[in-house]
């Protein structure tokens, strides 16, 4: 069953059957404010931090689903019939009312026809200001004149999100409201400077009390929700304003309209003073709003100058559409955004997830060099001098702390680093590997070669009073990443697992993991070319790799594919021989991706993979699922079958099986891996899939499960970074190293050529590709601007041509 298309031409997805099963998110704002809001206008909006800078409430896990929201309520004024232009709150029949809802890049449309008028609110947040606009047009479709009321809806968060969700004898006091000059703003009167504003312009309304409420409880009405609230009900607001309570932002304008005439009113919902919001609706709301329209034009530039620099054009609809949109939307939406703000994460975990922002920030070093580089480095300092990183920190932990005076309940806890630098207990064994890769890959893209000496702090090493603190280059700092791996070895000389690996529930401790290994030797192939380019001594690092290699093929390839790890007591986890857990993605797929694994193996690994774990939705990270408790291999085994790491299509290690199997050359493998679990593939069959099909989801409930096939926790995910990696680096095989740009493709023998556009160091590579034998890998020849250029075993190398320029590739695969 469908409930939407893909709009390419603007880019959006379009969902025209409205009342899809779950919610379907999409983010607005790419800077410092941000809101999460669904395809009915619920969700909540925040600047900064989700956890300590909250601006609207949000109810979560609650019934209705997804309340409350940015609303925008229409009413007849001479039937008293009232509705949203979104489809909830009000939930009009579906029989006589129209919903559609357009999610955009960085922005939502609600669009609704009912009673013979037709509504549309966009909501967007400008890249130059962090202020949430509410654009609303209402057209009046039906054959007589129109009297309408129309009223805003938002509800007010306390900043900190434990103290407007748990401390209300605090927190119910400590806002105020009050209404002037068509302006609401609360006050939160604990905080030092915490305020907010909503105000607007369009339609007609008084300074009376008919056309505001600042109080919660008194737009709604006692009995009542969202759905029915008794201002609109009424028709008039109460002018209702208090100091404590429960605040919202509800403007009253009236609007009439001619058969056939149009309106436009817009909202602002911003931090700061009244002052503040008169200043923003100076600027937004002056000459027909036309700085709303430029705002938007802006928006829209900004994507469209991201993802011009890579598309693509080959016999795949599903892979054309998610590569060159959703898939790096999403994958930049998680570099802007982390983990911690969506339905699911509601804000009260936040921070840097030490491995998730590491891999994050090596998909987007394209599109998004500066954030790439800004994540890395916070990620730099929040590394230990042991070589492992904090699992989870705020980078303002190391920033110079200013004399903050005044200290609110709400600011961001200062760095103790007794609390934060927990040592190696506590330690992830695979966090700090994955920024090696990120920081090479950034380097390979940008060409930013000096970034290697630049000097960082540690985690350890940092004094928050003078913001300095021993440093050290990014080159030392990786040598200490590597040499932790080197040294935190268990009996068999593999990794030890410590608190877990890349697999949150795999808590091996003392035992060892087979992942581990394998990253290591993955992050020291990355800072071996590295070091080469740079000139530098690395002969330990060069003796290193050779030994962790000779390890993992002796210990760790069980004679049928790769085994997983060990227990702490030294009992093997994944292999033939395992009652549970038996064949592992991440081993089998690191083995073959890392370059550890002979083809012999790595192949026979592969193929293991494809016959335990593929569905039609996807690989599932292990088989059979565990489903005898074992606190010596871990929480996965206390974690229903089929869910999550126990047995579930997990997504993020997806892409990894593809990118291996490329690795293997087997390009037909890595597209039916590519396709079971594509979204895209799933826009007609919503009824198994639930989630929304244009983004990749956390994971899908596995073959074992009652709801095999349902997709949950979508876009904050490292899923869509990887997949987004593995199909334009591997199967599409273009990637750029340190002065040329590779193009090594593995890809259906059935494809007969296709094109990418890549802008890479400024200048633009427009790449034919061609292959009129029907293989998946070789490249036979290359010629850049009509001349030949080196090919070999890497591919076609192709060099840095001049900024500026426009180069034509042809690639002929062959043998
Ligand atoms: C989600 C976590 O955010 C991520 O760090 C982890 O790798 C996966 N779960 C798998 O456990």
Redesign the pocket.
Known sequence: MKYGYFDQKNREYVIDKIDVPVSWTNYIGVNDMCGVLNHTAGGYLFYKSPEYHRITRFRPNGVPMDRPGHYVYVRDDETGDYWTLSWQPVGKSLDSAKYVCRHGLSYVKYQCEYSGIFGEQTLFIPLDDPVEIWDVALRNDSSSKRKLSVFSYAEFSYHHIMIDNQNFQMSLYCAGSSYKDGIIETDLFYEAEGYQYFTGDGGSSDNSEKYFDCLRDEFIGPYRTETNPIAVEKGFCSGSFELGGNHCATLRKTVELEPGAQTRLVFLLGEGKREDGKKMRAKYCMSNFSAVDTAFAALKNFWKEKIDKLQISTPHDGMNTMINTWTLYQAEINVMFS?FASFIEVGGRTGL?Y??TSQDAMMVSHSNPKKSRSRITELLKGLTTDGYGLHLFSPEWFEKKENAGFKSPTVVPGFNKSQYVHGIKDACADDALWLIPSIVEYIRESGDISFADEKYTYADTFDPETGGGMEESVFDHMKRILDFSDREIGPHGVCKGLR?D????LNLGGGESAMVSFLHYWALTHFIALGKYLGRDIKKYEDMAVKVKKICEKELWNGSWYTRGFTSSGRAIGVPDSKEGRVHMESNTWAVLSGAASPEHGKAAMDAVDQFLYTPYGLRLCDPAFSEPDDEVGFVTRVYKGL??NAAI?S?PNPWAWAAETVLGRGDRAMKFYDALCPYNQNDKIEVRKAEPYMYC?FVCGSDHSAFGRAHHPFM??SAGWAYFAATRFMLGIRPDFDSLIVDPCIPVSWPSFNVRRVWRDAVYNITVENPSGISKGVKECKLNGKNVTCGKEGAQIPVQKAGSENAITVVLGT
């Open positions: 983990r997830g491995r998730d877990a890349w697999n949150d529930c999550k790491e997990f993020h956390q995910t490292g």
